[in-house]
């Protein structure tokens, strides 16, 4: 069974610039995870997808970061301008069907893409 | 909203050790409890997880505990081999009956496990 893709793998860009970040999921995965990891730091959560609707995107700075997933398979998450505080690692995870199943689902994460904000 | 400590930061140990790392969790309202491996370059891979209505779980070197009363779980080792040498996350999660709360993981901030040969 293949894992999560993300890509691309590392980015650098200077502040102020855009960057977009891809996921594909886990075949017959509804439920997509954007988690944001600094450095020394566990994974945060950004926005949590099931199919195409967003089911919570509480932590998500909606100002700068935005996130779709138009035919509930593969999403991308951009962010529009970079900050310096936006390095990090952004991970890409994704479960079964959690709500469907009335508990909670092992997520698979993705490899992650590393962004440097110079 | 949840919150979770983890200890230690960073644990060394000697290949054969036991090693054990400890995380406590505020709302009382969790019932999920998965602990994940994270290696360099790499995304977190589930090892172990832990449902509330269980006191404890083993699957061959690795066992977690949880005591819902003091709102904390343990990750338990042993034998430890230089493979096993990562960062580790205990993280909460918590879904409702008939909710919508399925899936946000709240993470604790990760323990550097070092294995010495």
């Known amino acids: 069974e293949a894992g999560v893709a993300q890509s691309p793998r590392y980015k650098i860009i200077e502040k102020r610039q855009s960057v977009a970040f891809w996921c594909n999921p886990i075949?017959?995965?509804?439920?997509l995870y954007w988690y944001q990891q600094i450095l020394g730091q566990g994974p945060k959560l950004l926005i949590q997808?099931?199919?195409?609707?967003?089911?919570?995107d509480s932590q998500l700075p909606k100002d700068r970061f935005s996130a779709e997933r138009l035919k509930g398979v593969d999403s991308t998450l951009k962010i529009q301008p970079a900050k310096l505080e936006d390095s990090a690692v952004y991970l890409c995870?994704?479960?079964?069907?959690?709500?469907?199943?009335?508990?909670?689902?092992?997520?698979?994460f993705g490899p992650g893409t590393r962004l440097l904000v110079l | 909203g949840e919150n979770v400590e983890q200890h230690p930061s960073t644990l060394s140990v000697q290949e054969g050790d036991s090693a054990v790392i400890k995380c406590t969790y505020s709302d009382s309202a969790s019932n999920y409890f998965p602990w994940y491996k994270q290696e360099l370059g790499k995304g977190p891979q589930l090892i172990i997880d832990?449902?509330?209505?269980?006191g404890e779980k083993k699957d061959q070197r690795i066992a977690v505990t949880l005591n819902k009363t003091a709102k904390h779980f343990s990750l338990h080792i042993t034998e430890t081999q230089p493979e096993d040498s990562a960062v580790y996350f205990c993280?909460?999660?918590?879904?409702?009956?008939?909710?919508?709360?399925?899936?946000?993981?709240?993470f604790g901030q990760g323990t550097i496990l070092t294995v010495h040969p």
């Open positions: 075949s017959g995965h509804a439920t």
């Open positions: 995870a994704s479960s079964f069907n959690p709500r469907r199943r009335g508990r909670q689902e092992t997520q698979y």
């Open positions: 993280a909460a999660s918590m879904s409702n009956a008939g909710g919508t709360s399925y899936g946000k993981l709240t």
């Open positions: 997808f099931q199919n195409n609707g967003v089911v919570d």
């Open positions: 832990i449902r509330s209505n269980v």
